[in-house]
């Protein structure tokens, strides 16, 4: 399984971005992580390939994750982004079914993309 993550820019504070993950090969949970510096990855939104998604707190109602199955395609659409949202943003595939518990989990994920950076500028 490959990921390419791709979408990424800088935005003002209040704007929208949409980023893109195309995934070679099937993976039962997708997931878009984030790392700010100096910060921890953490999860943003993850979604099953039979559509369940969850999201972190920070980013309730304001990003949507989608994924295509017949395109092999994930997406994030982040409106009214903040400047603490500023990170380099990876997309993730897991090859094997989980948990909602684990699928919150950056270790649960075994297939990575290359990470494209977000920049909220205030």
């Known amino acids: 399984v490959q990921l390419q993550a791709s979408g990424g820019g800088l935005v003002q504070t209040g704007g929208s971005l949409r980023l893109s993950c195309a995934i070679s090969?099937?993976?039962?949970?997708s997931a878009w992580f984030r790392q700010a510096p100096g910060k921890q990855r953490e999860l943003v939104a993850r979604?099953?390939?039979?559509?369940?998604?969850g999201y972190a707190d920070s980013v309730k109602g304001r990003f949507t994750i989608t994924r295509d199955n017949a395109k092999n395609t994930m997406a994030l659409q982040m409106n009214s982004l903040k400047p603490e949202d500023t990170a380099v943003y990876y997309c993730a595939g897991a090859s094997r079914p989980l948990s909602l518990l684990m699928s919150g989990r950056d270790s649960s994920y075994g297939y990575w993309g290359q990470g494209t950076l977000v920049t909220v500028s205030s």
């Open positions: 090969g099937h993976t039962f949970y």
């Open positions: 979604i099953s390939s039979g559509g369940t998604r």
